[in-house]
């Protein structure tokens, strides 16, 4: 995306420094991350992304991080956290399925409480993914 305005937020020393070489904008930086990743700032992480996409700054965010693969190597990979994306498509045979489909609350007020769940879903999913990675390298 050549046209693209990309944001960077990153989470640790390394990333930061690397961002700063490469001239990309850095416009949050989360540093001194305890050795534990559950008690990273998962919340405070989230919130900023999730109220970003919902008001319209950013209209996608991305997770990058890297895949584990051996102790000499690692694969870079990117997520896309929003928007969310569809698993699979499922096509319902209209015979079978009939009627009117009532959500109850409303099926926005539904997306609106599972989409902070996904996105921090993914996110713990990838600081716990990080953690063990750098583990098994030492």
């Known amino acids: 995306y050549p046209q693209a305005k990309i944001e960077v937020t990153?989470?640790?020393?390394k990333v930061f420094e690397f961002c700063k070489?490469?001239?990309i904008e850095v416009v949050n930086y989360v540093e001194n991350l305890p050795e534990d990743a559950q008690a990273w700032?998962?919340?405070?992480?989230?919130k900023v992304f999730e109220a970003?996409?919902?008001?319209?700054?950013?209209?996608r965010?991305?997770?990058?991080t890297t895949k584990f693969k051996s102790a000499m190597s690692m694969t870079p990979m990117s997520q896309n956290v929003l928007p969310a994306e569809p698993i699979e498509d499922r096509t319902v045979?209209?015979?079978i399925v009939s009627g009117?489909?009532?959500f109850e609350p409303s099926a926005?007020?539904?997306?609106?409480?599972?989409i902070p769940q996904i996105v921090r879903a993914e996110m713990l999913q990838s600081f716990l993914d990080a953690k063990a990675a750098e583990h098994g390298a030492r």
Do not use: T, Y
Not at 61 to 64: D, P, T
């Open 10 to 13: 990153p989470l640790g020393r």
């Open 21 to 23: 070489r490469s001239g």
């Open 41 to 46: 700032p998962l919340d405070d992480i989230c």
């Open 52 to 59: 970003d996409f919902m008001e319209r700054k950013v209209d």
């Open 61 to 64: 965010v991305l997770l990058v």
């Open 93 to 95: 045979d209209p015979d």
């Open 100 to 102: 009117v489909r009532v």
């Open 108 to 114: 926005q007020a539904v997306w609106n409480k599972l």
